[in-house]
């Protein structure tokens, strides 16, 4: 759609699992970020992987585990997931800082923890 | 926080009619976004305006920025069906890659 892809699209999990998200952007971006979407809440900031620096959101729980392996790729890793976790999970990249930070959205997992 | 407040959350027009949804935020900022979200998907940027421009338009859209205020407006013009989304504004700071998102707007165009 974007440029940006997620797989799964949508994902159903007990609370025992262990799974990945996964996203791609083909844009030649220089930095990513996962957001958590849930029901009459704002988007929540979890992560942000750049060329500089690796921000996290201090209030995301450790059994969300991010990974970068190169600028085109950002993965988060669930692990004994609670049911308040299930959200649209999105993932998102731009060029940087300054004017240029418009971000490109992928379409979302939606994520049901049981 | 510089987090964006929209206003109203809800709006419900008839198509042909102009939209207004409204920004506030909290703090100095390097620019403001609007983005739409069609439901359950991504969201997808429509304009960018930064913190010394006072109007900007594209197409159908016009957004306006007053920082002595510190809000911002969205207006559709001559809606359409397909306009019917939520509308989010994100305000990022002085290099900063970060942008911070409010609750949105739903719009809904009725045919």
């Known amino acids: 759609e974007t440029g940006v892809t997620q797989t799964p699209r949508h994902l159903v999990m007990g609370m025992t699992n262990k799974k990945s998200l996964k996203c791609e952007q083909h844009?030649?971006?220089?930095?990513m970020y996962w957001y958590k979407q849930s029901a009459k809440k704002p988007l929540e900031l979890m992560f942000v992987?750049?060329?500089?620096?690796?921000?996290e959101n201090n209030s995301v729980p450790s059994r969300f585990s991010p990974e970068c392996p190169n600028s085109s790729h950002l993965f988060l890793h669930l692990h004994t997931l609670q049911p308040e976790d299930s959200a649209l999970y999105l993932c998102?990249?731009?060029?940087?800082?300054?004017?240029?930070?418009?971000?490109?959205f992928g379409p979302g997992t939606r994520l049901t923890v049981l | 926080s510089q987090q964006g407040e929209e206003d109203p959350q809800a709006l419900s027009i008839q198509e042909g009619e102009n939209a207004t949804m409204n920004c506030s935020y909290k703090?100095?900022?390097?620019?403001l976004q609007w983005y739409r979200q069609n439901s359950g998907r991504g969201l997808v940027h429509l304009i960018l305006i930064r913190s010394n421009e006072r109007e900007k338009h594209s197409g159908r859209l016009r957004v306006t920025l007053d920082t002595s205020k510190k809000s911002s407006s969205l207006l559709i013009t001559a809606s359409r069906a397909a306009d019917t989304a939520s509308y989010f504004c994100a305000t990022a700071g002085a290099g900063s890659y970060q942008l911070t998102f409010g609750k949105g707007t739903k719009l809904s165009v009725i045919p």
């Open positions: 844009l030649g971006h220089n930095a």
């Open positions: 992987y750049s060329l500089e620096e690796r921000v």
């Open positions: 703090t100095s900022i390097n620019n």
């Open positions: 998102a990249s731009n060029r940087g800082r300054g004017e240029y930070n418009e971000q490109f």
